[in-house]
């Protein structure tokens, strides 16, 4: 089993991440709607929707969303919020979900590059542009590699229902791993989290597999221009031709 797929559906994931900031979340796909100014009828795909916090958001806006993801405990947890424009299944990104069927596709909070292949990478870029109607469109929200090596923080502490993370970063291999290790009730758990420090070029090779032409590039959730030394995202927007 690859690392996601056990620690995605572990609880202590969740505990860990619990702080994330839903307003900002909210912020950015408002930002990101405001952008790309979609009809009132588009269909969206949240490709690794986690707990579901965007494709939620986004059918509160009135579009018809539909959400996948690996994890099972997730994909369990977004079906209370389930509707007549709103579903989730579970599906791996890298095997073909569905064909000329959606307008957007969102890959957002880097949601991907956990893969130990780069033909993993490909084909499940392409897979998601598969999805695309054509002319439609993929954002892909991204750690700007550059700014995260220049800014990383070597070790850390973090106390969430009473458990304490001890957590450590570092670059190796062309990957960013973070160690997490924490006790809970008598019991020691090791996970390491391995995320590929993709760039720019990286992007448009996949993208370019798959047909796609790359409109604009942001380098945060206010969408100013991508900077490689000071953006800390690399938010990349791209037109199936």
């Not at 408002?30 to 958001?57: E, F, I, Q, T, W």
Request: hydrophobic share 40%; net charge negative.
């Amino acid at each position: 089993m690859s690392w996601f797929e056990s620690w995605f559906d572990s609880p202590y994931y969740h505990i860990l991440y619990q702080h994330r900031d839903e307003q900002e979340a909210e912020a950015f796909l408002d930002n990101l709607l405001d952008y790309l100014k979609p009809d009132n009828h588009s269909s969206m795909l949240d490709l690794g929707c986690g707990k579901g916090r965007h494709a939620v958001y986004l059918n509160e806006k009135g579009y018809e969303v539909t959400g996948i993801d690996l994890s099972e405990q997730s994909i369990r947890y977004c079906m209370q919020f389930e509707n007549d424009k709103l579903s989730f299944f579970v599906h791996d990104m890298r095997k073909l979900f569905r064909v000329n069927d959606f307008d957007f596709v969102f890959n957002l909070f880097t949601s991907f590059g956990f893969f130990e292949k780069e033909s993993e990478n490909i084909a499940a870029i392409k897979n998601a542009c598969l999805t695309l109607k054509k002319g439609g469109t993929i954002v892909i929200d991204y750690l700007n590699s550059q700014f995260v090596e220049d800014h990383l923080v070597k070790n850390d502490i973090a106390v969430f229902n009473g458990i304490t993370f001890n957590i450590t970063r570092e670059l190796q291999d062309g990957y960013f791993l973070k160690k997490i290790s924490f006790q809970d009730k008598g019991n020691n758990y090791n996970f390491t989290e391995k995320v590929a420090a993709l760039k720019v070029s990286d992007f448009e090779k996949y993208l370019n597999f798959s047909n796609m032409k790359i409109r604009k590039i942001f380098g945060d959730y206010d969408l100013h221009e991508f900077n490689s030394l000071e953006s800390p995202r690399l938010i990349i927007i791209a037109t199936k031709a």
